[in-house]
Structure formats: C-alpha cells, structure tokens
C-alpha cells in the first residue's frame, strides 16, 4: 500500500521559479528521502533526511520533515529545464536494509 | 563504478509463460531489492535480500513470484504462469546496509504479458 501521498500531483512552473512539493505519511518512520525519475530512467535518489531531523539542504534542493504532522516538503530553488521529472518520496521504518514505502509522486514540468 | 544493472530491458511474453527477471546489484552492495510500478499501482515494494537470504517475502503479489539470490550478488524474479495484471516495470536496487539506507536503483525491466 502507498504511505506517502504527494501533493500536488502535477506541478508547472518557470524556469527559474521555486518549486514546492509535499509528501504526507501514516506511520513511524526511521527515515525519508526524495527520489526522482526522469521519463524513462531509473529512480535517482535526492536526499535523505532522518527523524530525529528537521531540515537538510544540498545545493537547490531544501527538505523539511515535521513528525508529528507526518509530513515533508522539498523545495527545488531556481528551477531549471532539467529538473523536469517526477518526485516521490519514501519512508523507511528501519535503519538499515529496508524496502521503502514510495508515495504515487508529483510531476514537475519546468516551462523554459 | 558501474551501476545497477538489469536484463532483459523489455520483455513481452504472453499469458501463462514464465519469466525471469535478472539484476546485477553495485559491487560490494549487501542489500539488493525488487520493486514494481505501474500505472494502477504505483510503486510497490516487492522483496529484499540481505546477503542471500530474504527476511520477508511479504510483499510478493501472489505465489506465483520468486526471488533468489545467489553468491551475495546477482538476484534473479520469476513470475511464473505471467497474468495480464504482471505487466509493469520491474525496478531492482542495492544498498550498502549498516552504511547507507540510499538505495541506488537499476534501469528497470518493463514486462508487458499479452
């Protein structure tokens, strides 16, 4: 079953805007990290942030993680054309070797 | 280094025909996984290894399906007697357990059942 449910669902913006996409969850979690995946490639993974954490940044990319609300946010500063793609998040409930529980994603169309 | 890999890339069988779904995990990688998507579904976490063994075999859809891995390395899917409802893409991953919970994830192998 899908624990993480993303909103929105789809997402167009322009080049150079921010992008904003959140991820809610229903259980306990160890861990969630945000994948991407480009039409017709692989799941690349994003960042990871952990429960005990509350905000990671790595270059355009800013996660927060609210527990108690269960949900997350990752924010893609100045978009580029090449950040067109779908974003999932995913909860791991263990630390170490753990399939995680992906949510259905939000397409992002960045418009030149 | 070289990624995940799988193979076959795209693979039509037709109803009822056995399959088998191969993934070459990062070398060193300890922890290998198997997970579906598709368009109903999404993306389902089917079955992992750590080492050879697999904890739990809970998310495989029926009995139909199953894993092996061998050697701590490369992991063969079967789905056997293929249903309409297999078709998907096949997406395979490993993880550097106790170091890492990033999991890096193969291509995919799109099964389409006719």
Redesign the interface.
């Given at each position: 079953s899908?624990q993480g449910e993303e909103d929105p669902q789809a997402l167009s913006i322009q080049e150079g805007e921010n992008a904003t996409m959140n991820c809610s969850y229903k259980t306990s979690i160890?861990?969630l990290?945000w994948?991407r995946q480009n039409s017709g490639?692989?799941?690349?993974?994003l960042i990871?942030i952990r429960s005990n954490e509350r905000e990671k940044h790595s270059g355009r990319l800013r996660v927060t993680l609210d527990t108690s609300k269960k949900s997350s946010s990752l924010l893609i500063t100045a978009s580029r054309a090449a950040d067109t793609a779908s974003y999932?998040c995913?909860t791991?409930i263990?630390?170490?070797?753990?399939?995680?529980?992906?949510?259905?994603?939000t397409h992002l169309i960045i418009q030149p | 280094g070289a990624g995940?890999s799988q193979s076959p890339s795209n693979k039509v069988t037709e109803k009822g025909k056995d399959v088998e779904l191969r993934c070459d995990p990062i070398s060193g990688h300890?922890?290998l996984?198997w997970?579906r998507q598709s368009l109903g579904q999404?993306?389902?976490?089917?079955?992992?290894f750590?080492g050879n063994s697999a904890p739990?075999k809970s998310?495989l859809p029926s009995d139909r399906f199953s894993a092996e891995r061998t050697g701590g390395s490369v992991s063969t899917l079967t789905i056997q007697r293929t249903q309409q409802e297999d078709s998907a893409v096949y997406?395979c991953?490993s993880?550097f357990?106790?170091v890492s919970?990033?999991?890096?994830?193969?291509?995919?192998t799109r099964l389409t059942v006719t």
């Open positions: 899908q160890n861990n990290q994948y490639r692989g799941l690349v993974h990871l999932f995913a791991g263990g630390g170490g070797a753990d399939g995680l529980t992906f949510g259905k994603g | 995940v300890t922890a996984y997970y999404g993306l389902e976490f089917l079955i992992y750590q739990d998310g997406l991953a993880s357990y106790r919970v990033e999991q890096y994830f193969g291509p995919g």
